[in-house]
């Protein structure tokens, strides 16, 4: 990892009093959580931070520690339904970071994104100093160019690209994902122990197809486990046929903090690639990853949690970016059984149901 310069002696006095900084987010739900990390380094060392993200993100972006302010914009360069650009959009946008007055930037990306649209909407703005990972040519719009390490978790790379910005987690801050608090959920779970089963994903290829997960969460319940289905607002059907008569059915019945609580009070977390994994994480539930190949699992596993991960990993798809399952049969996911699933669970949870008996592939053999 290279750096290519350090904040200039512009921005030197307003670091020193503390800078107002933003960090930059603009993918979904998932992505903002896994900058939580960064966003804290941040926050200590700023006066105030703020984030911009996208729409998919802002809900989890209100549950970060250290954000005093959001902003959100549906990117065209980034949103998976993406918007035609504006030019009054994206001037609105510019007027809107320049009210922030801010001092310092950083643009967090994917490793397969380029942070360059953005950095070039910041400087439009205003901004003196602005950092990124990038494999591009900055030209002036970057002064800091950071290179991250190959195949490195998209964590552990946001918040080395803080530090690489002379940021740095405060005393006692371990580094793990982590929310701002939730409520407890257990008038709506019930109070006997449970997991939780999230079928859905805003990339169908990252998970479980329906039949596959319902099949899942019927064998959980015929060896003893109690079963909570989750989803968001638009997947109440989704969750109704997964559940069936064997499951809790929570579907359209939370938002994503109270949806947090939900996962906090559960023994573990069967969920695919999606933004509830990370959730989980950040709320310290061991999760059961059902991790499709299409990208690349060093750097989009749960975070510093117990998980085990639950996939074909050699299947054709892998390293795709496939949105859609291009494989007929969906093999990487749904052909793991329920003997798998079961013994997951028994090693996450210590091997008992919610009777405490045992629970693993003789369970079901």
Sequence with gaps: MTAESAPTNATAAATAAGPRTLVVR???????LLAGPAVRAVAAGSSTTALLCGPRGEDAG???PGVDRLLVYDAPWVSLTPPEPRRDDVLALVERIADG?????????????SPLPAALVLKMAGIPWIGADSEHYPGSLLQLRHRR?????????????????????????????????HPDMSA?????????????????????????????????????????????????SLTRRVAGDDALDLGGRTGLRELAGVLAGARAVIVGNTGPAHLAAAVGTPVISLFAPVVSAERWLPYRVPHLRLGRQDSPCADSRARLCP???????DSITDQEVLAAVAALTGGGNRHGAPVGPKAVA
């Design 149 to 181: 390490s190959p195949y490195r978790h998209e964590a552990a790379a946001a918040l080395e690209l803080a530090e690489a910005a002379g940021f740095a987690l405060p005393e006692g801050d371990n580094g793990t994902l982590r929310v701002a608090g």
């Design 101 to 113: 007055r801010f001092d310092r930037a950083l643009v967090l990306a994917s490793y397969h994104q």
């Design 26 to 32: 603009l993918d979904s739900a998932g992505d903002v």
């Design 62 to 64: 209100r549950l970060l």
């Design 327 to 333: 494989v007929a049969g969906h093999p990487c996911l």
């Design 188 to 236: 709506l779970t019930g109070t006997e122990p449970y997991l939780v089963v999230h079928p859905g994903a805003a990339v169908p290829a990252r998970t479980w197809s329906p039949e596959r997960a319902s099949r899942a969460v019927a064998a959980l319940a015929a060896a003893g486990h109690r079963v909570v289905v989750t989803g968001g607002a638009g997947e109440a």
